[in-house]
T-cell receptor
Framework: GAVVSQHPSRVICKSGTSVKIECRSL??????MFWYRQFPKKSLMLMAT?????????EQGVEKDKFLINHASLTLSTLTVTSAHPEDSSFYIC???????????FGPGTRLTVL | QKEVEQNSGPLSVPEGAIASLNCTYS??????FFWYRQYSGKSPELIMS????GDKEDGRFTAQLNKASQYVSLLIRDSQPSDSATYLC????????????FGTGTRLQVTL
């Protein structure tokens, strides 16, 4: 399958700061990328769908001004958690979609801890 | 709200046995169906995809699809302790490019 990378893999920050997470598809051009959040022992929750060159589509209940998504190229999407608070601490995972059968390939995830 | 239903488990099988994981979905327009494996603390990994009714085999894994019954299953033969993980069923959302609806996952435990 396709290779998707995420950076950083782990980040600890102070409350009120902003954190940027990068997601790269390394071996194919992803027209669509997805951002998920997963709390411990809970299921994946889709936050937003990101299309190259256009605004992201956010799921209901996800604040677009808090979770800024940029998909500037076919291989890179970024998620910025603005003014992070402890309740934003979670496992953030991106995926790249668009294989022959619309598969999604996941990055390794970023574990965010907000103190 | 389109849904994907899975038994949360845990499903416990002895090493060497066949593990059978099941999934039902409500979106009749779904065209592609996937099984992902997720180890604790890690991101999901695609292990099987299926698009047509019937069986699809890949190594120890067999995916089965019945669109009329809106049912997808995953069989794992000769289960190994390393297969212990949560298995997520996912189906495409009609009218979207690549968007998936995920089940909550079935936790599989392979015992020695």
């Amino acid at each position: 399958g396709a290779v998707v990378s995420q950076h950083p893999s782990r980040v600890i920050c102070k409350s009120g700061t902003s954190v940027k997470i990068e997601c790269r598809s390394l071996d194919f051009q992803a027209t669509t990328m997805f951002w998920y959040r997963q709390f411990p022992k809970k299921s994946l929750m889709l936050m937003a769908t990101s299309n190259e060159g256009s605004k992201a589509t956010y799921e209901q209940g996800v604040e677009k001004d808090k979770f800024l998504i940029n998909h500037a190229s076919l291989t890179l999407s970024t998620l910025t958690v603005t003014s992070a608070h402890p309740e934003d601490s979670s496992f953030y995972i991106c995926s790249a979609g668009g294989g022959d059968y619309n598969e999604q390939f996941f990055g390794p995830g970023t574990r965010l801890t907000v103190l | 709200q389109k849904e994907v239903e899975q038994n949360s488990g845990p499903l416990s099988v002895p090493e060497g046995a066949i593990a059978s994981l099941n999934c039902t979905y409500s979106d009749r327009g779904s065209q592609s169906f996937f099984w992902y494996r997720q180890y604790s603390g890690k991101s999901p990994e695609l292990i099987m995809s299926i698009y047509s009714n019937g069986d699809k085999e890949d190594g120890r894994f067999t995916a089965q699809l019945n669109k009329a019954s809106q049912y997808v299953s995953l069989l794992i033969r000769d289960s190994q302790p390393s297969d212990s993980a949560t298995y997520l069923c996912a189906v495409t959302v009609t009218g979207t490019a690549s968007k998936l609806t995920f089940g909550t996952g079935t936790r599989l435990q392979v015992t020695l």
